[in-house]
């Protein structure tokens, strides 16, 4: 046997001890991640397993009845207050997304194309309202369209209106309006990152073919950028689903959600397994909604295509 033959064989045999493995470059990329891997599993998922634990056992009156029940469930899904505030967070969460993503789109293709070398100017400008607290930004919209108003003085010198209008504020309307302004930028930044990955190229194709602009926009501006759309999408109705502040404070009781009713039940009213079921509940609901959504969108940029 040749002396090459020899090295073959002791490398085979070295590579398969498990010290030669605990050396290779894979055993020292798992340590790297498993910290951070066990750290965002601690800090993420573990309070959710905590919560889903809650929903299925029993408030009774200072102690937890850790028997398995469905019974707050079945309260979380049949109470009619509680079917009404469901819909209701749905319902404003999936208005505002819609709006966003379409007040946002131009504005991202506008920097996109035409910003030229004011490009990060134009991003430095969008995000400057985050630099704010979210709490102020709300109060301020409250100042915005309350009765004494920025926005029912202007009406009334531009002559719009004889006196001041009450329906602006406390009323779903108001929370939409809110929550548009508070979650725009985190809608036009991944929509922005998606249009600059579009290839001019094949816009440039499209109008040498014959198409308009608005045609050659639809079939390739659009599509190659529905990415970044659906990302927006659901950066902006997740979290608003369960948005607390902004009912609160400019939503009356018309614009009463969903999360309002979860913190009264781990609040005063000490019902924390109804409070968990309602949660769950509610991100059983959002995930469903969100596939749902995301299936649309991508059925009718097809059939625009």
């Known amino acids: 046997m040749t002396a090459a033959a020899f090295d073959t064989i002791a490398d085979t045999s070295s590579s398969s001890r498990p010290g030669a493995w605990m050396r290779s470059e894979e055993a020292r990329g798992l340590a790297m991640i498993s910290p951070t891997f066990l750290y965002a599993l601690a800090v993420l998922f573990l309070p959710v397993l905590i919560v889903i634990a809650y929903s299925f056992w029993t408030q009774n009156y200072l102690d937890i009845d850790r028997t398995f029940t469905l019974e707050n469930y079945r309260q979380a899904l049949t109470e009619p207050i509680y079917r009404d505030l469901f819909i209701r967070s749905l319902w404003i969460s999936l208005t505002v997304s819609i709006v966003t993503v379409v007040f ?17 100017l134009w991003l430095f400008l969008i995000t400057v309202p985050c630099w704010t607290s979210y709490l102020l930004r709300v109060m301020s919209w409250k100042v915005i369209l309350g009765y004494g108003g920025v926005m029912n003085t202007g009406l009334i010198s531009m002559g719009l209106i004889d006196k001041p209008v009450t329906s602006l504020l406390y009323n779903s309307n108001a929370v939409v309006i809110t929550l548009v302004h508070s979650w725009a930028a985190f809608a036009i930044l991944p929509i922005y990152v998606s249009l600059q990955k579009v290839d001019r190229t094949l816009i440039e194709a499209a109008r040498d073919l ?10 390739v501006t659009l599509p190659l950028s529905l990415p970044g759309v659906i990302s927006a999408f659901l950066i902006v109705m997740i979290p608003t689903v369960g948005d607390y502040v902004t009912p609160r ?34 991100m059983v609901l959002v995930s469903l909604t969100a596939a749902a959504v995301v299936l649309v969108l991508k059925f009718t940029v097809r059939r625009i295509r």
């Open 210 to 219: 014959g198409d308009s602009r608005l045609r050659a926009f639809l079939r």
């Open 104 to 120: 946002s789109y131009p504005i991202a293709w506008f920097i996109s194309f035409h910003g030229g070398v004011h490009k990060n």
């Open 249 to 282: 404070l400019v939503g009356g009781k018309d614009g009463v959600m969903i999360a309002t009713a979860i913190q009264a039940q781990f609040g005063k009213a000490a019902n924390w397994p109804l409070g968990a079921a309602l949660s769950v509940t509610t």
